[in-house]
């Protein structure tokens, strides 16, 4: 027979310990839950990382001239072509001169030509440097295509 006043103390203890589990339960799963929200293991472990921010596409600046011709004029590229395009393309389009072609003395008595009857200015220094590019990318042009090659000689390949 357990005395009663023993008793009374024992489960007044045993109270207490049952308080005092409970509360560390739930400390214990109150932590879990906060470590887990801030860190999130679940995102860490198993997700693929996220971009912070779509980031607006670099956009590179269109190229000005694509296989050798200013996409603008069409003119083909070369040295001086700013010049070129500072001056001849102002009354007509560039298409009035690429589809041309002269020697360089040619392309002269046009610019003369424009100078007596259309009103072109004075080119100054800038007349040679323009004859310069149209001479040598607006030449005549070669009568027709290279000929088909003819008696070739064919030799053996060897390893
Ligand atoms: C002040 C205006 C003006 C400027 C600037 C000008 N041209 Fe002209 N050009 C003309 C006119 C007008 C014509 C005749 C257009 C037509 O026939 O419809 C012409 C015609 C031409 C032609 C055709 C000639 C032909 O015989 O068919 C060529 C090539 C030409 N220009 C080249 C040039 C070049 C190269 C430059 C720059 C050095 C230039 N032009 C600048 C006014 C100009």
């Not at 607006?56 to 070369?78: M, S």
């Amino acid at each position: 027979m357990v005395d009663p006043q023993k008793q009374k103390i024992l489960d007044e203890v045993h109270r207490h310990l049952r308080a005092a589990t409970r509360g560390v339960v739930v400390l214990v799963i109150g932590v879990i839950a906060l470590v887990s929200y801030m860190i999130d293991p679940w995102e860490l472990s198993f997700k693929e990382e996220k971009p912070l921010a779509e980031l607006p596409k670099y956009e590179a600046p269109a190229p000005e001239f694509e296989n050798g011709i200013h996409l603008a004029t069409g003119f083909k590229e070369g040295e001086n072509l700013d010049i070129v395009i500072a001056n001849c393309t102002s009354c007509h389009s560039a298409k009035m001169v690429t589809q041309n072609r002269a020697t360089r003395e040619g392309w002269q008595t046009m610019i003369r030509w424009m100078q007596e009857t259309q009103n072109l200015w004075d080119l100054g220094d800038s007349e040679p440097l323009i004859l310069d590019y149209l001479a040598k990318y607006y030449a005549p042009e070669k009568a027709g295509r290279r000929q088909p090659l003819t008696n070739i000689d064919w030799y053996e390949l060897k390893d």
